[in-house]
């Protein structure tokens, strides 16, 4: 086996796994049980990781990888768009973007990955990098005069807020909305509140 086709073949068993994941979630699943829905060894799924705990972080990075290139291409795709608005545009995508990479997400998978601490830190860490960029977007758009004259910080700050709520489940707890939801809605109330 070649190294790039061994490398594709990784990549692919990375991505059959997260599906599982995502639709099952992982607190109860065995690596016997894992090995026989996607119809491989454990020996195989040894190859990505020494331990089901190991894989199971390993998925969730793989997982949050792909989510945040597609992620950061959404904003992108925004951002080159010019014209008038660019700033709403853009919120709007990155977040309904993030929206979307959890839409596949079950509750099960979202409920073990807040419970399991090395999950939950990887979503942690994902969340603050979302905030992050919703504070650049929002300085961007002001420097353009884009935006109303908010403070950047402030409006990020919100941001993380509800998006720890989200990641700790408590928002959805108190409002029922799931992830993808919540994360559309949170697009919705920062572009409406941003711009002019």
Not at 114 to 141: H, Q
Not at 167 to 180: F, K, Y
Request: glycine share 4%; with cysteine; aromatic share 6%.
């Amino acid at each position: 086996m070649t190294s790039a086709h061994a490398t594709a073949r990784r990549a692919e068993l990375f991505d059959a796994v997260v599906a599982l994941f995502l639709a099952d979630g992982f607190a109860r699943l065995t690596l016997d049980e894992i090995a026989g829905r996607l119809h491989c060894s454990k020996s195989t799924l040894y190859t990505l990781a020494p331990s089901k705990d190991e894989l199971v972080v390993a998925a969730v990075r793989h997982f949050f990888r792909a989510a945040t290139d597609r992620v950061d291409a959404a904003d992108r795709t925004a951002s080159d768009a010019g014209g008038e608005r660019v700033t709403a545009r853009r919120l709007a995508a990155y977040l309904g973007a993030v929206g979307e990479a959890l839409a596949p997400a079950s509750e099960s998978f979202m409920s073990d990955l807040a419970a399991f601490e090395p999950t939950r830190l990887v979503y942690e860490r994902n969340t603050a990098a979302a905030a992050e960029r919703v504070r650049a977007i929002v300085d961007d758009g002001a420097r353009a005069g884009d935006v109303r004259d908010v403070h950047a910080t402030f409006v990020a700050d919100v941001a993380a807020s509800v998006m720890v709520s989200i990641q700790t489940r408590a928002l959805a707890r108190r409002t029922g909305l799931d992830d993808a939801t919540a994360y559309r809605e949170l697009a919705d109330l920062l572009t409406r509140a941003v711009t002019r």
